[in-house]
């Protein structure tokens, strides 16, 4: 008999050709049985849980391919500048922040946006005089540029006399006197002398992150760290079964030696906590006009943006990162930062010889016509953000103009090609709710309403396609897809039930399903508190 039953709704495994079911059986944490009604109803005895779905739609559980776990659960805490729409809401949020914690407490997080208010970049003049006893180093929304306060920038050192980094840039003043905001490799100046944080705010940030995500169905995510420091919060977590979703930690690439000799030591941990991803970086961002182009930006000619890392080393980390049986990940979002890297791991494979790799490019958002066809031949898994084509959608084109536009956020395209999709929401970047992805990329609607009928509609992809780039693409990308990503007998019983039939929705109402049930390995984590099952 199953421990769990769910009947009379609409299971969408997931699986290609499979169709649809009526119900599904759950055995020791994973799939016992998937069918009718009438086939499960077999398999339900005295202690069986029951869940009635009353037409409800079940999928596999959400993976979230790209995300940045614990810095969301701080944010969660921290200063919110996602929506603020004017300089003055801006100040005005960082002023009322500042007043409920103590002075010299160091305020981060933010993630700014400042298309929203015209484009003009902050500077530390708007919140200096409310913030006089805080420093402040609150970053875009992108994680490519952040403002500094007087305060922080003073403990940084930064002045006049201070020298853009290889990498990075420091936004000045017309007298020279840096304005406030650094970008790329030049927040690190900053971030170098922001105290650490404790194990205890950590393993904190943890809980928070998880509660939120397996309130949205993500029953697994990919971490994207810029240190070590992440894996060791969720081996704790998972040490004292305290994980409550699956997670895979990537680390830097920087530290593909210290990797390479973990995994010899310890293996690449199993189905809850698992390693062995490497993560660097081509370029920066669009927002912040530092992703690498071929030609220079329509709006910023000065410059075709940034390689943040140097290229020489990148190449040899990649390479031998690969030969050592690593997982890379590399983060591209220029067409010339996408072709470069195209061109790198074509070399890697051929030097490295043939494996299961899986190499993927993060983001792969503004793509050259040749670049679409090489991920698919090449075996590259193109990780991408649906929601990041809502938002940008508002103001890409005085960035890059028409015809480069045509080839951003290449969804359809990328599938036509035979290119593996694995979605995520690049969290805190954007919003971690898979259904705001979902709908961004079966309507790509942009946030302001300018594109009811979608921004580059020809690259708009079916909600079944969109569905399995957050659920077996993104199984796929993290070594998972033959353990979760779709409902199929013996995988692990990692489900969510959605709030209606999501297929039986108008498009323009996607966005408006929301998560009723999750479970993981069997396990419900989530209940709705109202209009749950």
Same mark, same amino acid.
């Given at each position: 008999?199953?421990?769990?039953?769910?009947?009379?709704?609409?299971?969408?495994?997931?699986?290609?050709?499979?169709?649809?079911?009526?119900?599904?059986?759950?055995?020791?944490?994973?799939?016992?049985?998937?069918? *009718?009604?009438?086939?499960?109803?077999?398999?339900?005895?005295?202690?069986?849980?029951?869940?009635? &779905?009353?037409?409800?739609?079940? +999928?596999?559980?959400?993976?979230?391919?790209?995300?940045?776990?614990?810095?969301?659960?701080?944010?969660?805490? =921290?200063?919110? !500048?996602?929506?603020?729409?004017?300089?003055?809401?801006?100040?005005?949020?960082?002023?009322?922040?500042?007043?409920?914690? @103590?002075?010299?407490?160091?305020?981060?997080?933010?993630? #700014?946006?400042?298309?929203? #208010?015209?484009?003009?970049?902050?500077?530390?003049?708007?919140?200096?005089?409310?913030?006089?006893?805080?420093?402040?180093?609150?970053?875009?929304?992108?994680?490519?540029?952040?403002?500094?306060?007087?305060?922080?920038?003073? @403990?940084?050192?930064?002045?006049?006399?201070?020298?853009?980094?290889?990498?990075?840039?420091?936004?000045?003043?017309?007298?020279?006197?840096?304005?406030?905001? !650094?970008?790329?490799?030049?927040?690190? !100046?900053?971030?170098?002398?922001?105290?650490?944080?404790?194990?205890?705010?950590?393993?904190?940030?943890?809980?928070? /992150? /998880?509660?939120?995500?397996?309130?949205?169905?993500?029953?697994?995510?990919?971490?994207? /760290?810029? =240190?070590?420091?992440?894996?060791?919060?969720?081996?704790?977590?998972?040490?004292?079964?305290? !994980?409550?979703? %699956?997670?895979?930690?990537?680390?830097?690439?920087?530290?593909?030696?210290?990797?390479?000799?973990?995994?010899?030591?310890?293996?690449?941990?199993?189905?809850?906590? #698992?390693?062995?991803?490497?993560?660097?970086?081509?370029?920066?961002?669009?927002?912040?006009?530092?992703?690498?182009?071929?030609?220079?930006?329509?709006?910023?000619?000065?410059?075709?943006?940034?390689?943040?890392?140097? +290229?020489?080393? &990148?190449? *040899? #980390?990649?390479?031998?990162?690969?030969?050592?049986?690593?997982?890379?990940?590399?983060?591209?979002?220029?067409?010339?930062?996408?072709?470069?890297?195209?061109?790198?791991?074509?070399?890697?494979?051929?030097?490295? $010889?043939?494996?299961?790799?899986?190499?993927?490019?993060?983001?792969?958002?503004?793509?050259?016509?040749?670049?679409?066809?090489?991920?698919?031949?090449?075996?590259?898994?193109?990780?991408?953000?649906?929601?990041?084509?809502?938002?940008? $959608?508002?103001?890409?084109?005085?960035?890059?103009?028409?015809?480069?536009?045509? +080839?951003?956020?290449?969804? %359809? *395209? &990328?599938?036509?090609?035979?290119?593996?999709?694995?979605?995520?929401?690049?969290?805190?970047?954007?919003?971690?709710?898979?259904? %705001?992805?979902?709908?961004?990329?079966? +309507?790509?609607?942009?946030?302001?309403?300018?594109?009811?009928? $979608?921004?580059?509609?020809?690259?708009?992809? =079916?909600?079944?396609?969109?569905?399995?780039?957050?659920? *077996?693409?993104?199984?796929?990308?993290?070594?998972?897809?033959?353990?979760?990503?779709?409902?199929?007998?013996?995988?692990?019983?990692?489900?969510?039930?959605?709030?209606?039939?999501?297929?039986?929705?108008?498009?323009?109402?996607?966005?408006?399903?929301?998560?009723?049930?999750?479970?993981?390995?069997?396990?419900?984590?989530?209940?709705?508190?109202?209009?749950?099952?």
């Amino acid at each position: 008999m199953a421990d769990l039953v769910l009947r009379d709704g609409v299971i969408w495994t997931g699986v290609a050709g499979a169709g649809v079911a009526q119900a599904v059986a759950v055995s020791a944490g994973r799939i016992a049985a998937v069918g *009718s009604n009438a086939d499960i109803d077999a398999l339900v005895g005295s202690a069986t849980e029951l869940i009635s &779905l009353n037409g409800r739609v079940v +999928t596999p559980g959400f993976i979230d391919a790209h995300t940045h776990f614990i810095a969301g659960g701080f944010q969660l805490s =921290s200063v919110d !500048l996602r929506d603020a729409n004017s300089p003055e809401e801006f100040a005005r949020r960082i002023a009322a922040f500042a007043q409920t914690v @103590a002075p010299g407490t160091w305020i981060t997080g933010g993630d #700014w946006d400042h298309e929203m #208010w015209g484009g003009e970049l902050p500077t530390r003049e708007w919140i200096d005089s409310v913030t006089a006893e805080n420093p402040v180093f609150v970053q875009r929304l992108d994680g490519h540029m952040a403002l500094g306060n007087s305060l922080a920038l003073a @403990a940084a050192g930064v002045t006049a006399a201070t020298m853009d980094p290889p990498g990075g840039a420091v936004a000045r003043t017309e007298a020279g006197e840096p304005a406030g905001v !650094l970008k790329d490799e030049a927040m690190n !100046l900053v971030y170098a002398v922001i105290p650490a944080s404790s194990e205890d705010e950590l393993d904190r940030a943890l809980a928070a /992150a /998880a509660a939120h995500a397996l309130s949205l169905g993500v029953t697994q995510i990919h971490d994207m /760290a810029y =240190s070590w420091t992440n894996l060791e919060t969720y081996q704790r977590a998972h040490a004292a079964d305290r !994980l409550p979703l %699956r997670i895979y930690s990537v680390v830097p690439m920087v530290t593909w030696q210290r990797m390479r000799d973990y995994v010899k030591e310890h293996g690449r941990g199993d189905d809850r906590l #698992w390693w062995g991803g490497l993560k660097a970086f081509v370029d920066g961002s669009l927002g912040s006009t530092t992703a690498w182009f071929h030609t220079p930006y329509d709006d910023e000619p000065e410059t075709a943006g940034l390689m943040t890392t140097d +290229t020489t080393e &990148l190449r *040899s #980390w990649i390479e031998a990162g690969d030969a050592a049986g690593l997982h890379v990940i590399v983060h591209a979002i220029g067409d010339r930062a996408n072709d470069w890297l195209l061109d790198v791991f074509d070399g890697a494979a051929r030097a490295n $010889g043939d494996r299961d790799r899986r190499f993927r490019i993060e983001h792969a958002q503004h793509l050259s016509v040749g670049a679409i066809d090489r991920f698919a031949r090449q075996g590259v898994i193109a990780s991408m953000q649906p929601f990041h084509a809502a938002d940008d $959608g508002r103001w890409a084109e005085k960035r890059i103009g028409a015809e480069r536009i045509k +080839t951003t956020y290449a969804f %359809r *395209s &990328l599938l036509d090609a035979g290119a593996t999709l694995a979605f995520g929401s690049d969290w805190t970047v954007a919003p971690l709710d898979p259904m %705001r992805g979902i709908d961004a990329a079966v +309507t790509r609607r942009t946030l302001d309403g300018a594109n009811p009928d $979608g921004w580059m509609p020809q690259e708009r992809i =079916s909600l079944e396609e969109t569905l399995t780039a957050y659920t *077996s693409g993104a199984a796929r990308a993290g070594f998972m897809d033959d353990r979760v990503g779709t409902v199929e007998v013996g995988k692990l019983a990692d489900l969510v039930v959605l709030s209606g039939n999501v297929f039986d929705m108008d498009v323009e109402e996607l966005g408006s399903a929301h998560v009723d049930v999750t479970l993981v390995e069997g396990e419900v984590v989530y209940r709705r508190p109202v209009g749950g099952e």
